[in-house]
C-alpha cells in the first residue's frame, strides 16, 4: 500500500506543479500586459514571412525591419538558421519592452533530413515510427533557431483530386486521430520548452480537406454530423494531445471563412473543447475574406477575425492597419485583443525566451545536430515502413539472385528532388538517394541498364523504342512511373489524376516484350493506373519517401525489409467515383452480390468497389486469423466488450501484419456507415509464430453524432470485424448494446 500512496503522491506533487508552473506563466503574462500600450498589444498579433526581411536588400520591404524594432512584430516565419534567426531576435530586443519574436516554419516532414511525406508515413501504420520521425523534424528545427513548425496537416481527404491530401493522414478519423496524437507528441516531446521540440500547430481548422471538387480552396458544406464525425476528431485528439497552436484554413465551412467562423473557433475549440493555446490565421486568409464577398473591407474582415477567435495574422496585416482603430471607436472590445494577446505571451514564457531569447539559436547545437547520422537512418527506416505491396503476381518478389540483368526504366528511376515532393524547407534536394543508386548499392554483383522511356508529363513517345531494347536485353524489368514531385501540395489539385504523359503506354510497350515487369509507382495522392494494376507482375506504391527513397525501395524489392505499408486512403477505378471511400452507406438500393441488376446504387459503366481499398497492402509472408473470442455477447451499464483472436505467421518470412478492427451499427437512428475503424496494431511475427490479439470495445466507440444531441450510443445490434484490410474481413462476430 506504501508503494501505493508514494506514487499518489508523485502524481499529485505532478498536477500541482503543473498547475504551479501554469499559475506563475499567467502572473508574468497579466504583469507584461499592464505595461503594453494599445500598439505593443497589436503588434504580438502580427505576423510577417521572413523573405523579405533576410532575402536580398533589394527585395527587403524596408518597413518590416522597422515594425519589428518598434514592436509591431510578434512572429516571423520563413526565418531559418541560427544567424538569421539570432539577427531578426536583435532586431526585436530593440523595441521597448523587449518582447521576443517566435521564429516558425513549415517543417512537414523533416527539416535538413526528408522523410516520407505524411500520406506515405500514415501508410505504415506505425505510431511509434511516426512519433519518432516529428521528433528527429523537431530536433533540427529546434536547432536551427525554429520555435514553431507549421504541422500536423490533420485534414481528413477523401478527395484524391485534391493536392494536399500528401500533407495529412488520408481518410479515416481513427487512424488521423492517432497520428495527430503521434506527431503533436513527436514535435513537442514532453514539455515545451525543450530544445530539442518546436510547438506544434494543427492546421487547417476545419475541414479543408473536403473543399468541393477536390479543388484547392474552394467551398466546403456538410452537415454537422460529417464534420463532427469525419473532419473534427483529429483536430480534438491533436488538442487533447496538447498541441501549442492551431491554425485555420482557407475554406469556408457553410457559408462563413473558416477564418471567421466563431462556431470553430470560439464555440468548438476554446469553448467546447476549452483551449488555452492560440490560433494563427493562414497566409493572407483574413484579407481573403474580401474576394470571398463576406468582408467589404479590411477593417471588416479584422474585426470579423478577432471576434471570431483567430488570434494572430499570418501576413496579411489587417490587425496591424486595423484594429487600432476599431478599438479607439469601440467597435471592437479591447477584452478580445486582451484574450488573443495573452494566448500568445503565454507560449513565449512556457518555450523559456524571456528568460534567454536565443536559447533555440546556438551555433555549436545547429552544428551537432546536423551532423547526426541517426536521422538519416530513422528517415530509411520509416521508408521501409511506409511503403504498400500492392500487387506480387507468382511471387516475383522479392528479387531473385538468379536474376542478373535488371532494366531500369522510366521517368524517376534517377530522381531525386522529386522524391522530397514539396514543403521541403532546408533540404539538399541532391542528397536524395534515387532508386537508381538504392538498387546498385544494394545488389552489387547484378547489372542495370537504364532508359528513361519517356517524361513524366509528356506526349514525346520517341524513346520508347531504347526503353524497348533495353527491356529486351534483361532478365526482368523494374519500371519507376508516377507524378511529378511538384505535383501534390498546395494548389496542386488535378482533374485526372491518372498516371501523367504517355507512362502507361509505356508500361504496354515495355510488357509486349514478354519480360516480367516490376512497377514502382510515386506520387502525392492515390493514383489511377488500371492497365499497369491488371498487367503488371509486382506493384509497389511509395507515395514520396524523402531522402532515403533508393534504400529503402532496394530494401523492399531484395527483402531486406518485408514490406508492411496498409493504404490510408482508398485507390479509385475512375475518378469518376470519387469521393470514394471505405466508411459508406449501405443505401436502401445496395449492390446485392447477385440478383436483379436494376434500381441499385451503382453505375452502369463501373463497379463501386475501388482498385485498392482503404487498409490494403500485401507482404511476403502469410497470416491467418483464427479463434475468434468475445467475453460477453451483451455490453451492458457501461460495461466494455473485450475481444481476441489468434494472428499466426503462415508463411516463410518474418513479417508485420496491420491487423484492423471495424464495427457496424446496424440499426440506429441516424444511418451508420456499414463498418468504421475504431481499432487496430501493428504485429511481428517470425514463420509459424502465433500471437493474441487483444481488443478493448467501450461504449464510446459506439457512438455516432446526432444533431441536437451531441455523441450518444442507441442499444441495439452491433457487428464486429478484423482483417487486414477495409474489403479483407478475416473474423466477424454480433454482439449487443443495452
Ligand atoms: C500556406 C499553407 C499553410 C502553411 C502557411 C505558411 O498557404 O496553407 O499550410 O503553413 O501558408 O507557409
Redesign the pocket.
Known amino acids: 500500500m506504501k508503494r501505493y500512496n508514494w506514487l499518489l503522491g508523485f502524481l499529485c506533487l505532478q498536477v500541482f506543479n503543473v498547475q504551479a508552473q501554469e499559475q506563475f506563466i499567467s502572473k508574468r503574462v497579466d504583469s507584461l500586459l499592464k505595461l503594453m500600450t494599445l500598439k505593443e498589444k497589436i503588434g504580438q498579433l502580427n505576423q510577417y514571412s521572413g523573405r523579405e526581411v533576410t532575402g536580398p536588400a533589394n527585395d527587403r520591404k524596408a518597413y518590416l525591419l522597422k515594425d519589428i524594432q518598434n514592436g509591431m512584430v510578434g512572429s516571423m ?1 520563413n526565418v531559418k538558421g541560427v544567424k538569421d534567426t539570432r539577427e531578426i531576435q536583435a532586431e526585436a530586443l530593440k523595441s521597448r519592452l523587449k518582447i521576443p519574436l517566435l521564429f516558425s516554419l ?1 517543417v512537414v516532414h523533416g527539416y535538413k533530413t526528408v522523410f516520407p511525406v505524411p500520406l506515405s508515413e500514415a501508410a505504415s501504420w506505425d505510431m511509434e515510427a511516426i512519433k519518432q520521425s516529428a521528433h528527429i523534424a523537431a530536433k533540427e528545427a529546434a536547432a536551427s533557431g525554429i520555435h514553431w513548425t ?1 504541422a500536423p ?1 490533420v485534414d481528413i481527404a477523401r478527395d484524391p483530386r485534391w493536392g494536399r491530401v500528401m500533407e495529412g493522414a488520408g481518410e479515416d478519423p481513427f487512424l488521423g486521430s492517432a497520428i495527430a496524437r503521434a506527431r503533436v507528441k513527436g514535435f513537442q516531446g514532453e514539455q515545451l520548452g525543450a530544445t530539442d521540440a518546436v510547438m506544434a500547430c494543427v ?2 481548422f476545419a475541414a479543408y480537406g473536403a473543399a468541393i471538387a477536390g479543388r484547392d480552396y474552394n467551398p466546403v458544406d456538410m452537415s454537422e454530423q460529417q464534420l463532427r464525425e469525419i473532419y473534427l476528431p483529429p483536430f480534438k485528439a491533436a488538442a487533447e494531445a496538447g498541441a501549442a497552436t492551431f ?1 485555420n484554413a ?1 475554406n469556408t465551412l457553410n457559408g462563413v471563412p473558416a477564418t471567421a467562423s466563431t462556431f470553430l473557433q470560439r464555440d468548438i475549440l476554446k469553448k467546447e473543447w476549452n483551449y488555452k493555446g492560440f490560433v494563427v490565421s ?2 493572407g486568409s483574413i484579407r481573403e475574406m474580401i474576394p470571398w464577398g463576406f468582408a467589404a473591407n479590411l477593417s471588416e474582415a479584422a474585426a470579423y477575425a478577432i471576434t471570431a477567435g483567430s488570434d494572430m495574422d ?1 501576413e496579411s496585416e489587417a490587425y496591424k492597419n486595423e484594429l487600432e482603430k476599431l478599438i479607439q471607436t469601440g467597435k471592437i472590445s479591447v477584452d478580445l485583443l486582451d484574450d488573443a494577446v495573452k494566448r500568445i505571451l503565454y507560449k513565449k514564457f512556457e518555450l523559456g525566451l524571456f528568460e534567454n531569447p536565443y536559447k533555440f539559436s546556438d551555433f555549436k547545437r545547429e552544428d551537432i545536430v546536423m551532423k547526426d547520422k541517426t536521422h538519416a537512418a530513422a528517415a530509411r527506416s520509416m521508408a521501409d515502413k511506409s511503403i504498400v505491396l500492392l500487387k506480387n503476381e507468382h511471387q516475383i518478389l522479392p528479387l531473385q539472385t538468379d536474376v542478373k540483368k535488371i532494366a531500369l526504366i522510366g521517368p524517376l528511376v534517377r530522381a531525386k528532388a522529386d522524391l522530397a515532393s514539396t514543403w521541403t524547407v532546408y533540404a539538399d534536394t541532391t542528397q536524395m538517394t534515387s532508386v537508381e543508386e538504392g538498387l546498385k548499392q544494394r545488389f552489387g554483383t547484378m547489372k542495370f541498364n537504364y532508359a528513361e522511356g519517356c517524361k513524366i508529363n509528356t506526349s514525346d513517345t520517341s524513346k520508347f523504342n531504347e526503353a524497348i531494347q533495353t527491356a529486351q536485353n534483361a532478365d526482368l524489368v523494374v519500371m519507376v512511373l508516377g507524378e511529378a514531385g511538384n505535383m501534390t501540395g ?1 494548389a496542386k489539385s488535378r482533374a485526372n489524376i491518372e498516371l501523367p504523359g504517355v507512362q502507361e503506354a509505356l508500361f504496354q510497350k515495355i510488357k509486349k516484350t514478354g519480360k516480367k515487369v516490376i512497377v514502382v509507382v510515386m506520387g502525392g495522392r492515390p493514383l489511377i493506373f488500371n492497365t499497369i494494376a491488371d498487367q503488371a507482375d509486382a506493384i509497389v506504391y511509395t507515395f514520396w519517401l524523402g531522402g532515403e527513397a533508393g534504400h529503402a525501395i532496394a530494401d523492399v524489392l531484395s527483402a531486406d525489409y518485408n514490406p508492411s505499408g496498409k493504404l490510408p486512403m482508398t485507390f479509385p477505378r475512375s475518378v469518376g467515383q470519387v469521393p470514394l471511400f471505405y466508411n459508406y452507406a449501405n443505401t436502401g438500393r445496395p449492390v446485392a452480390k447477385s440478383g436483379d441488376i436494376h434500381y441499385r446504387s451503382a453505375y452502369i459503366d463501373s463497379p463501386n468497389t475501388p482498385r485498392y481499398a482503404f487498409g490494403f497492402g500485401m507482404s511476403y509472408t502469410d497470416f491467418s486469423y483464427t479463434d475468434l473470442r468475445k467475453d460477453k455477447e451483451i455490453m451492458k451499464g457501461g460495461e466494455n466488450l473485450n475481444v481476441s483472436f489468434t494472428l499466426t505467421n503462415t508463411g516463410k518470412r518474418k513479417g508485420e501484419e496491420v491487423v484492423q478492427l471495424y464495427l457496424q451499427d446496424k440499426v440506429a437512428s441516424v444511418v451508420r456507415p456499414v463498418k468504421e475503424l475504431k481499432g487496430f496494431d501493428k504485429v511481428e511475427l517470425e514463420p509459424g509464430e502465433s500471437k493474441t490479439i487483444k481488443f478493448v470495445i467501450t461504449p464510446e466507440m459506439l457512438a455516432f453524432y446526432k444533431s441536437e444531441r451531441g455523441w450518444i450510443t442507441e442499444p441495439g445490434s452491433f457487428k464486429l470485424m478484423v482483417g487486414g484490410a477495409s474489403d479483407q474481413m478475416r473474423l466477424e462476430s454480433d454482439f449487443k448494446l443495452e
Do not use: G, I, V, Y
Open positions: 516565419l513549415d507549421f496537416m492546421k487547417h491554425m482557407f493562414d497566409w499570418m498546395e
